[in-house]
Every structure is written in C-alpha cells, then in structure tokens.
C-alpha cells in the first residue's frame, strides 16, 4: 500500500515540476511564498513576529493555492483521458486517493511552513532587534502550523470529492469555489438563525476565551471534518462509476 | 474452466436506452492471440471494461483468469495489462516517466524497468526521444508508447483496444511479430479488437464477431470462412461439352454449373476435394489448364455476417 501510494505520489509531483501554466505548479507556490513569507513581512516589520495574530490572517493562500491542485485530482485526469487506464491497473483504490490528497495537502502546507521561515528570515534581516533574534511564540507556531494544516486537509478532501464526479476540471474548480463560499458563508446564517439570547452567549463566551483556546476549539472540529469527508470520498470511490463521463 | 482465460455467460450491459452489450457468451482460450470484431458502436470497448471490473454487468456473469470481474477485479486488474480507447499517456510527463510510473505501480524493481524501458523504447525505435513530452509527440508514437506500456509488466492476459490504429505499416506488423511471439513462447492471452480483418486473420487463432452487443459467429478465421462461404470451383481449359456438364450435374455434391468465357462454375453443397471433378471432366474429354478454390476472406465473411443480421 505504501510503495502504492508513493507511486502515484511520484507521478503527482514529476506532472506538477513540469507544470509550465498558472494553476498550481512550482511558479504559484513561490510566488505564494515570497507574498506571504517576503513582502507581507517587509510592510508590518517586527509585528509580523510579535503579532502572531497578523500571521494566522494570511494563512489564506496556501489554501487558495491548493485548489487548482485538488480540482485538477480526478476531473484532469478524466479530462486528459489517464483517468481509465490508472483505473485499470492495480493500483488500490486508496492509494489513489490518498496519494493525490498527499501531493496537494503537502504543496499546500509546505507553502506555509516556508513563508512562516521566510517571514522569520525577512524580519530580522530588515529589522535587526537589539535584544537579538525575533521569533514566534511556540505556541502560536504550533497553533499556526496546526490551522493551516487542518484548513488545507478540508479544502483537499472536499476537493477531492468534488473532482471525483466532476467532468472537467473546469466544472471542479466552479463547484469548489461555491463550496467554500457556502462553508464561509453558513456559520454566519446559522449565527442569524439560533435565537438572539443564545447568540449573546456564544459570542461573549468566544470573547471571553483566550483566542488560541477558540483556535484549539476550530482545529479540533476541522479535523473531525476532515475525517469524515475522507471517509466519504473513499465510500464514493467507485470504479465502475468514475469513467462514466 | 482453467485452461480458458476468459469466460463469459450471458454478459449484459445497458446504457439507458442502449443496450451495449446483449447476452454475449464467450470463451477465449488460454495462450492465444483473440480477435473481437465488430462494427463501431458494436460493445466492444464496453465489454473490455466489463472483464477489467471498470464497469458492472447488468446481468450475466464472466470470468477472468478464474476470477469474478464483480467481486474480484482487484485480482484481475493485477495479473493483466490493457491498451484501453484513449492512450491514457500523461501528456505532461517524459515517454520514459509514462514508463517508470507504470512499472512502478506494477512494483518492477528500480533495475528492471531501466532495462525494460530500454528494451521496449530501442525496438520500437524511441529511444532518442525518450527525454521528450509525450505531449509533444505525433499520434503513431503515443500509440506505440501506450502498447509497450502495456507489456511492461509482463502481464499473463493482455487487452489491447485497436492497438494498430495510428501505426504504418512497418511497426504495425514489428507489433504483430511481437504479439504472436508472446502468445507462442509464454503463453500470454491478448484479447483484442482490430477494425483491420487482414491484421485479425494473420494473427488469430480465434476471433469473436459480434453486432449490437450480440455475438454473431465465434471460432478460427478458417472456420469462421469454411462455414460461412458456399464453396464453389473454377475450371479453367477447353472441351467443356453438355455432356461433360450434365455428368457435372449429377454428381451429389454439386448444387449448380454455368459456364461464362471459356470456364466452368461449379457451386458445391459443402466443402469437398476437388480431384473427383476432374477425374470426371477429364473422363468426359475436357482439358483442364487450373482449378481455383475460391475462398472468403475473414472480411468477406464479417461483412456477410453483419448484412444478414441488419
Ligand atoms: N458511457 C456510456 N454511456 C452511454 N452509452 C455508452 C457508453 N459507453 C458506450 N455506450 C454505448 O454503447 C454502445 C457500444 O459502445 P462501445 O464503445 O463498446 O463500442 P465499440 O464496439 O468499442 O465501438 P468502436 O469500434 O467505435 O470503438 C454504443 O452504442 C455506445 O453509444
Ligand atoms: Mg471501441
């Protein structure tokens, strides 16, 4: 299963080294890490480090970059025709699976991991502190390095679900960006709908807690999520019904 | 069942209104090259996705190298190597890449799928291109690359979806050679379909002919033409008298006699040697210059097949 998965997983990352074109691909990720890890860092100076919250705001595109990857997963190769015949071979249904949300998951998360040095690296070059080096809290790294991870594994596999029936990579990528818009939007109504007694409370409670508490709270629930919607994908996994276009 | 590769009873498949495949029983024999002929739209393709588990029967039952296509697919898929309708070549990826991943996903050691890719791309003459795109090559050469593919693994059943389309000649016929002899020397099954009837005859040993997802004929190309040709005779030479015809006449086997520019038609009941006619000819005072058999081709046969069932 492990060398399966490491063989799919090759592939992934031999297609993505060769991508030339603006959807994901090598391009993407560092021009995602110099924004993130170079110029963001450059314009709050030593904020960026002693604000982590600054940091866990730009969490967002590592995970807008994974999802030209994920939606590109199933639907491209349907799309390409090398959909059929990866079908046809031994590989286990799995070990697809898994190997193409570990290529976009780590494309993702290694954005992050890298702008999170790079910014570390920017600040002191260009604010040099006098007590010595600036770095993040550790835990609010781990904290950081936590959401970031746990918000990409959900875009992945609600990705990966999308691309699985989806015909081009096109319709993946529509689908999926009205799917996020509905997981952003949905707390929100939901927040409008439960009574406005309840809401006071909720709201004064979050207030009240600690911030990296809630953020404990919001991985905890994400990675519950992310188990489930893998568990999902892996159920709709089904041979005879993915060639079907 | 262990001495036939492929199994198939009653085999059903429909796609809505269209019902691809129509209650196809064959049996392909183990070591053999099988042609599966028909005309486009016919189930071919489908019923290869079928056998490969890609898709499930609606009824009907098959099975593949001993296992079940709906509960065993993982099996199958295991021990067999396909050239489906679409290359399926990643366009973005080196020839020698395509290669790799395939050997890799078949768990080919790291030195074994350097010497076969060698092996394979230097027959069939990629080689100097192996560093290339697959995206950036001509039609024939992907198709090419799509059948070493799969080989690569050394499957012991192959299915191979029209795999000279897009080849010339000479690497059409560098395939065949290729096939017959992994048929001969190691036993490999190759299922596969071919809209070229001069290619299925040469390489056969048995051929399926089906229309409409139903199997019209099944057998050797030289069954296939034996039953379904009336044989007839050609005389040619001279003194071809009434009498001589009329003793051709009555003679059990033959059916009818007409005589046009100097030779003599002869339309017989079956099969059957030819020396008593001329015995009897000659008897009769005629000279006989050449005898011709006249014999289908496997695509004379195909095309009568498939007139008679429209
Ligand atoms: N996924 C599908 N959805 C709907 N109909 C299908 C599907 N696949 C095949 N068919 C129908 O099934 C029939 C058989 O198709 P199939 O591709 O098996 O033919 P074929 O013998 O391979 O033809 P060709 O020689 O053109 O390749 C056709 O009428 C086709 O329209
Ligand atoms: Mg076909």
């Known amino acids: ?245 | 069942m262990n001495d036939h590769a492929i199994v198939t009873d009653a085999m059903t498949r429909d796609f809505k209104s269209v019902r691809a495949v129509n209650e196809l029983t064959i049996e392909v024999p183990r070591g053999i090259l099988f042609g599966f002929l028909g005309p486009n739209g016919s189930g071919k393709t489908t019923t290869i996705r079928l056998l490969l588990g890609l898709l499930e029967p609606n009824q009907g039952r098959a099975e593949v190298l001993g296992f079940n296509p709906k509960t065993q697919a993982d099996q199958i898929r295991a021990h067999c190597g396909a050239l489906l309708e679409h290359t399926g070549l990643y366009e973005r990826l080196t020839a020698e890449d395509n290669l790799d991943f395939y050997g890799r996903i078949w768990h080919v050691s790291a030195a074994e799928r350097q010497a076969r890719t060698l092996e394979l791309l230097k027959s069939l003459g990629l080689w100097d291109r192996r560093k290339d795109l697959v995206g950036s090559w001509s039609r024939g050469m992907k198709q090419k690359l799509a059948v070493a593919r799969a080989l690569f693994h050394r499957p012991e059943l192959i299915f191979l979806d029209e795999p000279t389309s897009g080849l010339d000649p000479v690497a059409a016929s560098a395939l065949h050679e290729t096939l017959i002899d992994l048929a001969a020397r190691q036993g490999v099954t190759v299922f596969l379909t071919t809209h070229n009837l001069a290619e299925a005859e040469k390489l056969c040993g048995q051929v399926a002919v089906i229309h409409q997802g139903k199997l019209l004929a099944q057998g050797s190309p030289t069954e296939l033409r034996a039953k379904m040709s009336s044989p007839r005779v050609e005389f040619v030479g001279r003194g071809f008298t009434p009498a001589a015809i009329e003793a051709l006449r009555g003679y059990p086997k033959v059916t009818d006699v007409a005589q046009s520019d100097g030779h003599l038609i002869v339309d017989l009941k079956e099969p059957s040697e030819t020396a008593p006619l001329v015995t009897l000819l000659v008897s009769k005072g005629a000279e006989i210059e050449e005898v011709r058999k006249d014999q289908a081709s496997l695509e004379d046969v195909f095309l009568k097949l498939v007139e008679e069932e429209k």
């Open chain 1, 1 to 245: 299963m492990i060398t399966d998965i490491l063989a799919v997983f090759w592939k992934e990352w031999k297609e993505l080294y060769q991508q030339r074109t603006s959807r994901g691909g090598l391009m993407t990720w560092l021009i995602m890490v110099a924004l993130v890890g170079v110029f963001i860092p450059l314009q709050s100076g030593a904020a960026w480090v002693n604000t982590p919250v600054l940091a866990l705001v730009w969490i967002w595109p590592p995970l807008l970059g994974v999802v030209w990857i994920v939606a590109d997963s199933f639907a491209g190769e349907r799309e390409r025709h090398t959909l059929e015949t990866l079908l046809a071979s031994r590989l286990p249904d799995q070990a697809i699976l898994l190997a193409k949300l570990l290529i976009a998951v780590l494309y993702g998360w290694s954005m992050e991991v890298a702008a999170l040095i790079a910014g570390t690296i920017t600040v002191n070059l260009a604010h040099p502190a006098p007590t010595g080096l600036l770095i993040y809290p550790l835990g609010w790294l781990a904290t950081i390095l936590a959401v970031s991870l746990a918000a990409i594994v959900f875009i992945c596999s609600i990705g990966a679900l999308v691309s699985l029936r989806s015909a081009t990579v096109r319709s993946a990528y529509q689908k999926l960006s009205l799917t996020m818009l509905a997981v952003i939007l949905l707390p929100n109504l939901a927040l409008g709908m439960v009574s406005p007694g309840w809401r006071q409370a909720l709201l004064g409670r979050v207030a009240t807690t600690p911030v990296e508490t809630t953020l404990w709270v919001v991985i905890a629930v994400l990675v519950v999520l992310d188990v489930g919607i893998i568990l999902l994908a892996n159920q709709r996994f089904q041979r005879s019904r993915l060639i079907l276009d």
